[in-house]
């Protein structure tokens, strides 16, 4: 676990809180309660990125609002703060927003188009779909009015003209589209969306169903975004599924978190689960899969790498917040803990001691696993050694999974 890849924290301590994370391609953004929107660009060696000027008024004096959401793809970063502001940043453009609108409420939902310049945000019973017109103005391309409060919210990826969002609203999933504003993908009374995750043609979501009625457990229903049929129910847990896992997967893929504590992967193909971890002792928070592993996040603050040919735990890290994102690729793994509780305990004399509280602040880790960016000498001979060898794997250490080369 400790010599085979390096492990980074990202901390910014001016910042107070840590509030949201989001991160694509390596490339971290993080808001805080003291305001301030922090970027990490962890593919290069020394990590340091800018902090992204927030757009001032003329009578901005008192402290700033806390951050509420971040996201960032690989041309934008945008923030939502607790008094309904939006600010969004081009990445190549410098440390100022270039684009900055208001909502009357407080922001429920933020979205950010994976790919392109699109965001939604959901405030009170209100959708609002930001882009840029073709000279570069930007402006609100959709307003859709919702009868209920949203708490999900994406943008489909790779949609041709107008952008596509889909909300969940208490018990209503809606495909919002602008030539077609109050479109139902699925609504069962009484019957609440607990995590949504859509892809360029589908959508994943978590419904909960209730406890009393036993032939109906808490399901995972995918639907297709074109002819809004639903073409599968997947999964009969007692626990509501917490998170899931659709875009990133595999194809035909999906992996999600329960609050009954488990992993899930699903074939979509076939209804039942191909693997189920008992994963985390508070419930699973994030989850991310790729062919053979399975990276999870818990409430309790671990994170755990699976491998789900095996069903066997290769390592797994601690920390003291419950788990909100992580993010892998081939040779790089991103996680952050972040605070349910967003004020420091004790007296507001300490506020701007950096060095109390430490552990209450949040924290976020990258590891980095490529080869070539370590000292190869710093990593045991064993570990270097392929199966080739035969003194390779003499040293009775018990590998858990038998690779051609460690």
Request: contains cysteine; hydrophobic residues 40%.
């Amino acid at each position: 676990q400790n010599r085979i890849g390096a492990v980074s924290q990202l901390r910014y301590e001016l910042g107070k809180i840590l509030c949201d994370v989001h991160s694509c391609d390596g490339v971290v953004i993080a808001g805080y309660t003291s305001g301030e929107v922090r970027l990490w660009d962890t593919r290069t060696w020394d990590y340091t990125a800018p902090i992204l000027e927030a757009m001032h008024g003329p009578g901005d004096a008192g402290p700033r609002p806390h951050v509420s959401f971040v996201r960032i793809n690989s041309s934008l970063a945008v923030a939502a703060y607790e008094d309904g502001t939006i600010s969004i940043w081009n990445l190549m453009f410098g440390r100022e927003p270039i684009h900055h609108y208001q909502h009357n409420q407080r922001i429920q939902a933020l979205a950010l188009g994976s790919e392109g310049a699109v965001v939604a945000t959901a405030s009170g019973f209100e959708v609002r779909v930001e882009s840029p017109d073709d000279r570069g103005f930007w402006q609100t391309t959709a307003t859709f009015d919702i009868q209920k409060l949203v708490s999900f919210l994406n943008l489909v990826p790779d949609v041709v003209g107008s952008p596509v969002t889909v909300a969940a609203a208490e018990d209503i999933v809606y495909l919002l589209k602008a030539e077609d504003p109050g479109k139902i993908l699925h609504s069962v009374y009484g019957q609440p969306v607990t995590c949504l995750d859509v892809s360029a043609h589908e959508a994943a979501f978590g419904v909960k169903t209730f406890g009393w009625l036993l032939n109906e457990p808490n399901q995972i229903l995918l639907y297709n975004l074109e002819t809004s049929q639903c073409l599968k129910k997947m999964g009969n847990s007692i626990g509501d599924f917490t998170c899931v896992n659709l875009q990133n997967s595999p194809p035909n893929m999906l992996v999600t978190g329960n609050k009954d504590r488990r992993v899930r992967v699903f074939d979509l193909r076939k209804s039942e689960s191909l693997c189920s971890l008992y994963a985390h002792q508070l419930g699973v928070s994030a989850v991310q899969m790729d062919d053979w592993k399975i990276v999870s996040g818990g409430e309790e603050g671990l994170v755990c790498v699976w491998d789900q040919r095996m069903g066997t735990k290769l390592w797994e890290m601690h920390a003291r917040h419950p788990v909100r994102h992580v993010w892998f690729n081939s040779h790089s793994l991103i996680t952050a803990n972040i605070p349910d509780e967003k004020s420091l305990p004790g007296t507001s004399i300490t506020d701007d001691d950096l060095t109390v509280h430490h552990k209450y602040r949040g924290i976020i880790y990258a590891y980095e696993f490529s080869a070539d960016q370590l000292a190869v000498e710093s990593v045991l001979p064993i570990c270097r050694s392929s199966y080739d060898e035969v003194t390779g794997y003499s040293y009775n250490i018990g590998l858990a999974v038998p690779y051609d080369n460690i």
